[in-house]
C-alpha cells in the first residue's frame, strides 16, 4: 500500500512496471471520469503504457457493466487492470479479471447453490491480470478476494471467489478520496465502522490479529465521530480508508471473516436492501438493522458483550450481557442519528409489505449463509430481524 497526497504521480507507474504489464486500462464509473481530473492524472503518469479507459460501471457491480468492461479490456490489449473508485468499482474489476482469464461460461464459474447440499465456489485456476486499486471511499472491498455482481436475470447475486484478484497494489491518493461526494463517504464510512466494531466481539486472537483489530476500531472511532465536525477532511477520509485495510488484514492473519456475532448486524439482509432498491446505500442498508439486531438476538455471551461495550465506553463492572447489549444498541442509534445516517427501515421508504421480498434475497448470499440452515429457518430469521428493523 502507498499513502501520499500525490501517490498517482510518485508511485502508480512503478508499480505498473513492477507487474511487468505495459498495458494498463483504467476501470471506473461514469462520475469518477466525468467529474474528477483522476483517469487525467493516471494517464499522464502513466504515459505510453496507459492503454485506455471504461467508465461504465454501475452501482453494486451490474453483470451487464462487468462484461461491456472485460470486452473494452480486451479491445484495449490489456495486460493490468486499475480499478478507480469505491466498493462497486473494485468488486466490479475483480470480476472482470476473471472473466478475462477464466473460458467457462460466468454462470458455471459462479457459487452455485444445489437444492439440498450446501453452497460451494467453482475453482478458478487460470491466471488473472494483475489489480492496482485505487479507492476513491473508504471500503473493505480494496483487497478482498470476493465478488458478487448484481444481475437482475437472476434469484441472488452471481458471486465469484478467486484469491488470484487480490490487488497487486492499493494507492491511497488525498485528492481521489476527496473527490467523493460527502454523502457517499458517510455511507461508505458506515460500513467500515460497523464492521470494526462487530470485530471488536471476536474472542481468542493472536496478538498480531488482536493489534490490527484494535487499532483499526480506534481510528474508525475517531474518525467516524469526527465526521460530525466536516467530512471534507482528508485526514479522517484516509484514516477510515487505512482501518478498513487493518480490518481485513486483522481478518486474514485471524484465517477467516470476523463474523461479530450478534454485534454484527446482518450481512445478509443489508445486503439485500441496497441490491433491491437502487436509492439504498450500503451504509443506510447497514444503519437500519444494526441495533436491531442487538435487540432481538436470543443469546449475548458475556464476554463480547463486555468487549463491545468497553470498546465504546460503556461498560461498567457487574453489567449483565444483555444490559451491555442494550446499551450498545442505544449508543450506536444515537451515533448514526448524529452523522445524519437512518435507523429505522420505513426511513428508506421500504413498504413493509416488501419485508418477505427481502428476506427471501438472503438465502443466496454465500458470506452469511452457505446453505448451513433450512430455507424456512433463514427467512424465519431475517422477518424476525425486518419487523424490528422497520
Not at 501520499?4 to 512503478?14: D, F, K, T, W
Not at 492473519?253 to 439504498?280: E, N, W
Amino acid at each position: 500500500m502507498f499513502v501520499s497526497p500525490r501517490v498517482i504521480e510518485q508511485n502508480l507507474a512503478a508499480s505498473v512496471k513492477r507487474a511487468g504489464a505495459t498495458r494498463a486500462f483504467v476501470i471506473c464509473s461514469p462520475s469518477i471520469n466525468q467529474r474528477t481530473n483522476t483517469v487525467q492524472r493516471i494517464q499522464s503518469a502513466l504515459g505510453d503504457a496507459f492503454a485506455g479507459v471504461y467508465d461504465g460501471i454501475a452501482k453494486d457491480s451490474t453483470f451487464a457493466s462487468v462484461q461491456a468492461a472485460k470486452l473494452a479490456a480486451e479491445d484495449a490489449g490489456a495486460d493490468l487492470l486499475i480499478a478507480v473508485g469505491g466498493g462497486s468499482v473494485l468488486v466490479a474489476v475483480r470480476a472482470v479479471a476473471i472473466f478475462m482469464g477464466e473460458s467457462g461460461d460466468p454462470f458455471d464459474l459462479m457459487t452455485q447453490y444445489p437444492e439440498g447440499k450446501p453452497a460451494y465456489s467453482p475453482r478458478l485456476n487460470a491466471p488473472k491480470p494483475p489489480i492496482i486499486n485505487i479507492p476513491a471511499t473508504p471500503t473493505s472491498a480494496m483487497n478482498r478476494a470476493g465478488t458478487g455482481l448484481k444481475n437482475p436475470d437472476i434469484a441472488g447475486r452471481m458471486e465469484y471467489f478467486d484469491p488470484k484478484t487480490r490487488p497487486q497494489a492499493i494507492l491511497l491518493d488525498d485528492e481521489v478520496l476527496l473527490g467523493a461526494p460527502m454523502e457517499v463517504i458517510r455511507s461508505t464510512a458506515t460500513t467500515v465502522f460497523s464492521s470494526t466494531l462487530a470485530g471488536m466481539a471476536q474472542t481468542g486472537l493472536n496478538p498480531l490479529v488482536e493489534g490490527n483489530r484494535d487499532q483499526a476500531f480506534k481510528v474508525t472511532h475517531r474518525a467516524y465521530i469526527g465526521l460530525m465536525h466536516g467530512l471534507d477532511d482528508p485526514n479522517r477520509r484516509r484514516d477510515l480508508a487505512l482501518a478498513a485495510f487493518l480490518q481485513n488484514r486483522a481478518e486474514d492473519d485471524g484465517k477467516g471473516r470476523f463474523a461479530g456475532g450478534v454485534f454484527a448486524g446482518d450481512y445478509a439482509i443489508s445486503t439485500a436492501l441496497h441490491v433491491i432498491y437502487p436509492h439504498i446505500g450500503q451504509g443506510e442498508s447497514t444503519s437500519v438493522v444494526h441495533a436491531p439486531a442487538i435487540r432481538v438476538a436470543d443469546a449475548i455471551p458475556e464476554d463480547q458483550a463486555r468487549q463491545v461495550a468497553s470498546a465504546l465506553g460503556l461498560w461498567s463492572d457487574g453489567m449483565e450481557a444483555k444490559d451491555a447489549a442494550q446499551a450498545v444498541a442505544d449508543r450506536l442509534e444515537a451515533i448514526y442519528t448524529e452523522i445524519g445516517m437512518p435507523t429505522r427501515l420505513r426511513q428508506l421508504e421500504v413498504p413493509k409489505g416488501d419485508l418477505h421480498q427481502v428476506a427471501a434475497a438472503t438465502l443466496r448470499n454465500f458470506n452469511a449463509n452457505a446453505g448451513v440452515r433450512s430455507e424456512a429457518e433463514q427467512i424465519a430469521s431475517a422477518m424476525r430481524l425486518l419487523e424490528a428493523a422497520w
